[in-house]
């Protein structure tokens, strides 16, 4: 059976290719367009006649040349962390959405807060923030599974899925990242289901201790959590599935709890969401923000 284990990874699709029974999502950064906060600092709505959809969110823009600069390269565009606030996943390990009034373009990217507290840390300590959104230390997901060596990546070999901006050391590593993530993206992040498991608690995994599970990449802290996992796989694998292993998609359209299945997957938030079918998968890509609860 072929699998449809399938991610958000760089891909850019018109609003309306998914199934005609999604609800129109609500667009990101509240509608305002953001390839003109990164070229002209200006807070500009969009048109819903000019939209795409890049990483689980909708951007509209108020014309077709935004589009069309949006479309070429979306990771240039896209809010880091999907428009969470940068300061508040590092000092505080949260989650916390950030407002495009409040917001700071450096190097290049935008960065989004949700008060001038958040903004004014960023500002005062850029060096401190800039990267909490990068996945594995900078070091390439690819190279870990297909040759079980830890290789930096460099910025200009970049995708994002789920948020977080992975790294490749060359073009061809970038190119198998962006046909098939869900190979090459590890559990959780990157963070540790071990410790997750045994303490409740996010702790990032290191490059150096990593293992391939049923063809999905894990990352633990030390040596000490691989082992715990190597000697019962089945207690730590699914830490990140969701919702017990139902369909988020057929519980809100049906009030139905629906078994899904790894062969149809896809992660958001962190998370990792399993459904019976594609149908439901694609609709859960349509429009995530309305079957998950945030």
Do not use: I, W
């Not at 305002?32 to 890049?54: A, I, Q, R």
């Not at 789920?162 to 198998?176: N, T």
């Amino acid at each position: 059976m072929r699998k449809y284990v399938v991610t958000t990874v760089c891909s850019v699709l018109l609003v309306g290719s998914s199934l005609a029974s999604a609800a129109e999502p609500e667009p990101a950064l509240g509608g305002y367009c953001p390839v003109c906060l990164v070229k002209m600092d200006k807070l500009v709505k969009g048109d819903p006649s000019y939209s795409s959809t890049f990483d689980g969110l909708t951007y509209l823009f108020p014309g077709a040349e935004q589009k069309r600069m949006f479309d070429a390269n979306p990771a240039a565009f896209a809010p880091v962390l999907g428009g969470d606030c940068a300061v508040c996943r590092v000092e505080m390990g949260k989650a916390v959405p950030g407002k495009p009034e409040l917001h700071t373009v450096r190097d290049g990217r935008l960065y989004l807060f949700p008060s001038e507290k958040q903004q004014r840390m960023f500002a005062d300590n850029p060096e401190k923030y800039a990267d909490a959104d990068l996945a594995m230390a900078g070091n390439c997901p690819v190279c870990l599974v297909k040759m079980n060596k830890v290789v930096p990546g460099k910025p200009e070999y970049a995708s994002v899925h789920d948020g977080l901006r992975y790294l490749f050391p060359g073009p061809e590593q970038k190119q198998m990242f962006d046909a098939d993530p869900a190979t090459f993206t590890p559990a959780m992040g990157g963070k540790c289901t071990v410790c997750k498991v045994e303490m409740n608690k996010d702790v990032e995994g290191q490059a150096e201790y990593h293992l391939t599970h049923n063809g999905r990449l894990y990352l633990f802290p030390s040596q000490k959590q691989l082992d715990m996992f190597k000697f019962n796989p089945a207690r730590y694998a699914d830490a990140d599935v969701a919702l017990g292993g139902y369909c988020p998609v057929c519980k809100v359209e049906m009030g139905q709890d629906v078994k899904g299945t790894a062969d149809f997957a896809v992660d958001y938030k962190g998370k990792r969401y399993l459904f019976p079918g594609k149908k439901q998968l694609d609709m859960f890509l349509g429009n995530p923000r309305k079957y998950v609860a945030e």
